[in-house]
């Protein structure tokens, strides 16, 4: 059981949360983890590299010198791999690295990402983080109250919320997602997470829904 202070705007600790790791995630498991995180930075690479192969490059076919008495070494087209401007011996071409683990195995990972940061005391609880207007300045000062000004931080909010959103997204090393959007790179990447009460009442909820239809 893990008993998490809740602040205000202010940075004033106005009450605590308890909250139970194991209803999150029961274990943490470091391997699904890494396998996620992986799977997630994978298919964000484009693949779109590409170099040409010796059939490829501009340049005659034709042998540069004959056979024997030249006393050069034995030498064929310009355009072979060892010399220069020639093409690759093994070209790169396009490629898709996207693939997908199990659904459920990476709904774990998410949840045991919220763990390791509320274990490792990498989560910060607010009472509430409305705003009537996008308000830059209003949640920079709120950043620096919590002690999270300068540090990559993603901000967890229980719904989509444009003001919080247009609030936050000019702040450099911030982050902002809603719990329906979160995943295990989302949460490991920056050093603390702050998360609403309402957001981490959304995560418990999506938790335990979970290990009941399971």
Known sequence: MASLPIFNRSGAEVGRYEVDLAEIAPKISKQLLHDVVVMYQANKR???????????????????????????????????????????????LPRDYTYRLPRKAVQAATRMAIASKIKDNELVVIDDLAFSAPKTKEMASILKALGLGGTTTLITIAAADANVYKSGRNIDKVTISPVGELNALLILQPRRMLVTRAALDAIRQKAETRKKAS
């Open 46 to 92: 484009q693949g779109t590299v590409r170099t040409k192969s010796r059939a490829e490059v501009s340049g005659t076919s034709k042998k540069m010198y004959r056979q024997k008495g030249t006393g050069n070494a034995r030498a064929g087209s310009r355009r072979s791999p060892i010399r220069r401007g020639g093409g690759h011996a093994h070209s790169l």
